[in-house]
Nanobody, 124 residues
């Protein structure tokens, strides 16, 4: 599986962005998907995840109520809608695929495939 993230950019605080992660391969619909981010000088951190069916979604406390993860299996794409952005949301955002549906969705080790990342910068 190859993942390609896009949609990042520069936005003012309070603004919105929608990230997309396009996946290759016919088994995308069987994978749980996650978004992670890494700010300069910080470790990669979990942002959001969605189960293979789309029935379950999970969020980091820092983004709950502001970000929404969704998937469109017909397009082999997972999205991250980010609203009410804050300067502390500035980071490189990466998508990842978990073929096994691990319950440890917030752990990077649960994901076998990673995209290259897209930069999100929120100005104050």
């Amino acid at each position: 599986v190859q993942l390609q993230a896009s949609g990042g950019g520069l936005v003012q605080a309070g603004g919105s962005l929608r990230l997309s992660c396009a996946a290759s391969g016919r088994t995308f619909s069987r994978y749980a998907m996650g978004w992670f981010r890494q700010a300069p000088g910080k470790e990669r951190e979990f942002v959001a995840a969605i189960s293979w069916s789309g029935a379950s979604t999970y969020y980091a406390d820092s983004v709950k109520g502001r970000f929404t993860i969704s998937r469109d299996d017909a397009k082999n794409t997972v999205y991250l809608q980010m609203n009410s952005l804050k300067p502390e949301d500035t980071a490189v955002y990466s998508c990842a695929a978990d073929p096994w549906g691990s319950s440890l969705y917030q752990e990077t080790r649960s994901y076998d495939y990673w995209g290259q990342g897209t930069q999100v910068t929120v100005s104050s």
